[in-house]
């Protein structure tokens, strides 16, 4: 299956992914707060949510009773993830084709859906690992490396990060999780309120470890706000065209207050013109070999007699993010054994 390269969770690196796979007018943008009107305030249509949080084996509960057969929900499109470092690009997978009647997702992943139409979810997933298009958009992130690192698993102490999507089908939200046997439901919706219904969900999973976690990165997959400007601009062009070639009495009031919206828009299109131009930046800095560079700063320093005494600090900051580490760790027990059992049902 080959090797599959750790990205960054990033709106940019994400929305310039998902156009790399071939997924015309879509973007992502980072959410910092699940209060009101945080949806609203996309100004876009929203098509999922991808949610970060720090990966904990759980024990099997009576929430698993919800996990569905993939085979007793046909209409959705749900891959276990066989692979290491791709759950991020998994969750995007499963809202792209979970949208695909919304969203122009492009020949290559229209193609690999049908394919895998009667798939298992297993074989899905082995399927998507061994997808082209999929992997090497996804490697295109990969960092310029000039040694070989020495693969292991990971340890118990090590933070492991998992990425999960929901995403409204058929009526029903869904929570789609590769490392999960099925799909999972969250009950009926619509359109129009699902949003709603997918908040508390993720407000669960967020206070399940807010006493020791705060690290949780939340996203939203959406229209592109750049075409959404655009229709607006054309649109208001084409309606103070027509207000203009009428006669009405109040011609000058209705073309004022058109050109008053078509600053607004253009100035929108403007802010958003210059956000993508700084994503790309900074995926061109994202990809860029900084190796050289550092090789001769650590060479200067070394011929400066500099370079010892900054190794030094560096082995004692390291030590006390260690020990930090292992604090915290034994706070996290501690916690833990203070929590009272809960009795099995009958």
């Keep these: 299956m080959g090797d599959w390269c750790t990205i960054e969770s990033d709106p940019g690196v994400f929305s310039e992914l998902i156009r790399a796979m071939g997924v015309k007018g879509v973007q ?6 699940l209060g009101d009107g945080v949806f609203e305030e996309l100004g876009a249509p929203v098509y999922g949510l991808i949610f970060l949080f720090k990966w904990k084996e759980e024990p099997i509960s009576a929430n698993s009773a919800w996990c569905l057969d993939a085979f007793n929900c046909p209409d959705v499109f749900f891959a276990s993830q066989v692979i290491n470092n791709a759950c991020a690009t998994q969750a995007i997978i ?39 298009t999929i992997k090497t958009a996804h490697n295109s992130f990969a960092r310029p490396e000039q040694f070989v690192q020495e693969k292991r698993k990971a340890l118990e102490d090590d933070d492991v990060y998992h990425f999960i999507a929901y995403v409204p089908v058929n009526g029903v939200l869904y929570e789609l999780d590769g490392l999960k046997p099925g799909p999972i439901s969250l009950g009926q919706c619509t359109q129009q309120n699902w949003l709603q219904l997918a908040t508390p969900a993720i407000q669960q999973r967020i206070e399940r470890y807010a006493k020791t976690e705060i690290r949780f990165n939340l996203m ?12 607006q601009l054309k649109h208001l062009q084409e309606a103070r065209e027509k207000a203009v070639a009428t006669a009405r009495a109040d011609v000058v009031t209705e073309v004022g207050r058109i050109d008053t919206e078509i600053s607004q828009v253009t100035a929108n299109l403007a802010v958003e013109e210059e956000k993508l131009k700084g994503w790309t930046a900074e995926n061109v800095r994202r990809r860029h070999n900084y190796v050289p560079f550092l090789v001769n700063m650590i060479r200067v320093l070394a011929e400066k007699g500099q370079l010892e005494g900054l190794v030094d600090q560096a082995v004692q900051i390291q030590k006390e993010k260690k020990e930090k580490k292992e604090a915290k760790k034994a706070q996290e027990e501690q916690h833990a054994q203070q929590q009272p059992t809960q009795a099995p049902p009958q």
């Design 220 to 231: 939203a997959v959406i229209k592109s706000r750049r075409d959404i400007f655009t229709e």
């Design 94 to 132: 499963s809202i792209l084709m979970n949208c695909d009647n919304s969203v122009d997702v492009g020949d290559e992943l229209r193609a690999f859906k049908e394919f895998t139409r009667e798939f298992p979810p297993e074989s899905r997933g082995l399927a998507l690992s061994n997808c082209a």
């Design 28 to 33: 992502v943008e980072e959410l910092y707060s």
